[in-house]
């Protein structure tokens, strides 16, 4: 929405949300205390911010006002009931939905913007059209592609924009216009694509699961070069420069984390078994499991190489959030590593440049695998690599942070215990000038 201000100063943008605690974040004088970390995005909100870029707690007046309505709202994996684990949960879409149509007075576009299953839009459709007070609504699907850590950027230059509608109609066909002349202010027409709307909610989960399907091809082949001898990183060099596979996507890790990637496919996979299509499930599925299976078999080598066991010995971990340039740490690799070493008795150090105490806390208390002072009492959050890594047994690095490889691995190797262990998650460390200090080294995929 900060950007669509930035690049379209005619138009009016209010970002509302229930929670007056964020409002007030990103209404803060101070532009730096905006409640995302997110590269360039400050300059952008300073930018368009009380110029035609607004933040409320005033719902109603924001509807009342609109005549493009963008629903944003979290559509988390179900946690509860039929589904469960599986499923998307729309009970907050269903909200602003009945919302809506509450408070509107005047004809609407209504935007997807959520990620959302196939069809979600009938739904969406149903509630709308029954308010009673004659008010007509436009329904379109506008998925967002962009990553985290580059979404400035991605979003500035996408590789395509993709709007669905009812294109069968002129009140559709209108509506899919509307949104396209907003974004047609910076990105190139042939970028925008027009499709019916259940091919662009299906596009947005197909997205995913083939990015997220990449990483765990390349993820489960690190295991196989550990065992041969092979290089994962030459070999990923070695068939991305084969343009029909092409080079992105392929870097071996402890594991895709993210707010998308596995819940988009946890719901795909819960489309395709609700269409009893159970070969197409369990192909999709298996992505899944491949990523499961690289952050346990991570945090099983760190407890093997350590004689078989942690307890009571100190890991420093560098990085907790899901990937660099981001203090998110949704479904973040981290978080499942850190639990399998609790559940060992592990002490846990942890130095992460964005993400703060109160979050890491926050998501190890998330899991209820142990109490809250328990969680307090075995991990411990610092403000620097070097309070992290002193004293401990073993560094485990987590995120890719491109401060990691310029750190002083000399002084750490000094003050860490010997013999000091050194697991790089993210394979961004050099082997060779690690060992020649003395590390004892294991790195994702050799
Ligand atoms: C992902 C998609 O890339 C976006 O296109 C999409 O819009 C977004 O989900 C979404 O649906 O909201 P994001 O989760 O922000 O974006 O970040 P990614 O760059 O995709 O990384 C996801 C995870 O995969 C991270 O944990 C990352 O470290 C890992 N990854 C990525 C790898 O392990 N290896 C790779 O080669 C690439």
Request: aromatic share 8%; net charge negative.
């Amino acid at each position: 929405m900060a950007v669509i201000a930035q690049k379209c100063p005619e138009i009016n943008v209010t970002v509302v949300d229930i929670n007056e605690k964020r409002i007030a974040a990103w209404n803060d004088e101070n532009v730096e205390n905006i409640p995302i970390y997110e590269p360039g995005l400050s300059a952008v909100v300073a930018e368009a911010r009380d110029r035609n870029l607004f933040f409320s707690t005033d719902v109603d007046a924001a509807i009342d006002k609109a005549d493009m309505i963008f629903i944003s709202v979290n559509t988390p994996t179900k946690t509860y009931g039929i589904g469960k684990g599986m499923a998307a949960d729309l009970k907050y879409i269903e909200l602003c939905a009945r919302q809506i149509a509450r408070v509107a007075k005047d004809d609407k576009i209504v935007i997807e913007k959520s990620t959302l299953p196939v069809r979600t839009a009938e739904a969406l459709k149903s509630i709308l059209d029954n308010t009673g007070n004659g008010v007509k609504f436009q329904i379109l699907s506008n998925p967002e592609f962009l990553a985290e850590g580059t979404a400035v950027e991605d979003l500035l230059d996408p590789d395509r924009v993709l709007i669905g509608g009812d294109i069968d109609t002129t009140e559709g066909m209108d509506a899919v216009q509307a949104l396209v002349d907003v974004y047609a202010h910076w990105v190139p027409k042939d970028q925008i694509l027009t499709t019916n709307v259940w091919s662009s909610e299906l596009s947005k989960l197909t997205a995913n699961a083939f990015l997220a399907q990449r990483v765990s091809s390349i993820n489960s082949l690190s295991e196989l070069c550990e065992k041969t001898g092979a290089d994962v990183n030459e070999v990923s060099r070695a068939i991305g420069m084969d343009s029909r596979i092409g080079s992105k996507f392929l870097k071996s890790s402890v594991g895709f984390g993210g707010s998308c990637f596995q819940k988009d496919i946890l719901n795909l996979v819960y489309i395709a078994k609700s269409f009893g299509l159970n070969e197409v499930a369990d192909y999709w599925e298996q992505v899944i499991i491949m990523n499961d299976h690289q952050k346990k078999r991570f945090a099983e080598n760190i407890v093997k190489t350590l004689f078989n066991t942690v307890s009571g010995k100190k890991i420093a971990f560098l990085g907790w959030a899901f990937k660099k340039d981001t203090n998110d740490t949704r479904e973040s690799a981290a978080i499942y590593v850190a639990d399998y070493l609790l559940n060992e008795q592990a002490e846990i150090v942890i130095y992460d440049p964005k993400v703060t105490e109160e979050q890491i806390y926050a998501d190890l208390d998330y899991l209820g695998t142990r109490s809250e002072e328990e969680n307090r009492k075995l991990v411990k959050v610092v403000n620097t690599p070097v309070n992290a890594t002193e004293g401990a047994h073993a560094v485990a690095v987590l995120t890719e942070w491109d401060e990691f490889k310029e750190l002083d691995w000399n002084e750490i190797y000094k003050k860490m215990l010997k013999p000091a262990f050194l697991f790089d998650g993210r394979k961004i460390l050099d082997r060779k000038s690690k060992e020649a200090i003395g590390f004892q080294f294991y790195s994702i995929g050799n």
